[in-house]
């Protein structure tokens, strides 16, 4: 008789957005005529890069004839991407193209990670959260530290008093967009070093960083290399949520792990699509560098109008400025899946109530600012008449 994996008792009954799914499927079938914005989900909506389309179209030309098609390809991913990389991200960082995995994406890297840790880990993760860090860790049977993220302390968690091994960071942070001087990161980083710990760093959202002085990779602080795992995407950055891309950068210095990795992707992954790792090398050329900070600067232009709004209606509001997220606290501090029934009832706009990311996200909801200058001007009229009338 087979055993289920007991561990998938313990999560959360259902994932945050199916449960949002199925109340706006609800909405849908109860009044159909009820046109929803959607500002909850956190999913690009402008066409891919022009310069990662042509690269894809060439890429696909050349499975059409037995020269120039391509079978497997290295499970670490093509030597032409991971070069790209060190080359444009992580220049004067010290990391090789050896120490850059690619993947089909964040989602897999952050949560297939935990394959390379032991039992008797103590997992410390930020609140509220990206839920992928939790779930995976529950499903391999970690206990886990939760460590808050509130205004008190900038959104960027107080360091650890005791000893913790594994610290989950994630900057500029979702759900709450709050991104992390390096000040506040060299003291996560002086942390892990004194304690043995290893910080995984997923910094899907670092394109969006405009101010200056923020760090983009967490390589960027002294002696990072020796304590920290850095998960990147290309799905924020530069639309590739359908096409997926991303990597995972695992320094040498880090000594076994890079091995590990290797190892296990080789085992359980049979590498991201060629025409995946073409479509992400063109966003590295000059007019991929352009077209993709034309979208970032347009979301960011709309997290700008949300941020903008929502202060207009009193509410506390954070993060829109180095990221497409605006966290902001529900008016007078009602919970935040009433907040999001009353949004999408009353006004048809889908925000993502802030209780769905962790205890600490209760009396917050999250705004997305990946839609259309229209759907968000109008996502935001709407949430303000019915704010005037409660
Ligand atoms: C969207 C997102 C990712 C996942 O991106 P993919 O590369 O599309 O899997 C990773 N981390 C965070 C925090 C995200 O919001």
């Known amino acids: 008789m087979y055993k289920i994996n007991p561990n998938f008792s313990a999560l959360s009954r259902r994932y945050l957005f199916s449960m949002i799914a199925s109340k706006v499927a609800a909405l849908k079938e109860a009044r159909p005529e009820v046109v929803i914005i959607r500002m909850g989900i956190g999913d690009v909506t402008l ?32 030597d032409f991407l991971r070069r790209a990389i060190v080359d444009n991200d992580y220049r004067g960082m ?8 690619i993947s089909d994406g ?19 993760i930020t609140d509220p959260v990206y839920p992928v860090y939790v779930d995976t860790n529950i499903i391999s049977g970690r206990d886990i530290r939760y460590i808050p993220c509130n205004a008190a302390n900038s959104f960027t968690g107080d360091i650890p008093e005791g000893d913790v091994d594994i610290i989950y960071l994630c900057f500029p942070n979702n759900p709450t967009g709050a991104a992390i001087t ?15 710990s290893i910080i995984l760093y997923d910094a899907a959202y670092e394109a969006y960083i405009r101010e200056s002085g923020l760090p983009h990779s967490i390589y960027e602080i002294e002696g990072a290399r020796q304590c920290a795992i850095e998960f990147r995407s290309f799905s924020k950055t530069a639309g590739f949520t359908g096409v997926r891309c991303g990597f995972t ?55 700008a109008v949300i941020r903008q709004a929502l202060g207009s209606m009193g509410l506390e509001v954070t993060g829109g400025v180095n990221s497409p997220y605006v966290w902001a606290g529900t008016p007078g501090g009602m919970a935040s899946w009433d907040f999001f029934d009353l949004c999408l009832g009353k006004a048809g706009v889908v925000v993502t109530p802030g209780a769905g990311f962790g205890v600490q996200g209760e009396g917050y909801f999250r705004v997305s600012a990946f839609g259309s200058r229209q759907d968000v001007e109008a996502g935001m009229e709407r949430m303000k008449d019915v704010l005037d009338r409660i």
């Open 47 to 78: 066409p891919l890069a022009p310069a990662a389309v042509e690269a894809m179209r060439a890429a696909v030309g050349e499975f059409s004839s037995e020269e120039t098609f391509h079978g497997y390809g290295p499970e670490h991913g093509y």
């Open 94 to 101: 010290g990391i090789r193209p050896s120490d850059v995995f």
């Open 106 to 124: 964040a989602k897999s890297d952050t949560g297939n990670i935990v394959d390379l840790f032991g039992p008797g880990n103590v997992v410390a």
């Open 182 to 196: 390096a000040e506040k990161l060299s003291q996560w980083v002086r942390y892990a070093l004194d304690h043995g």
């Open 249 to 303: 950068v695992i320094p040498e210095e880090l000594g076994e792990l890079n091995g590990l990795w290797e190892r296990r992707q080789g085992c359980k992954f049979n590498g991201a699509s060629y025409i995946s790792q073409r479509g992400a090398e063109a966003i590295y050329s000059p007019e991929g560098k352009k077209q993709v900070r034309q979208a970032v600067d347009y979301y960011l232009a709309n997290a």
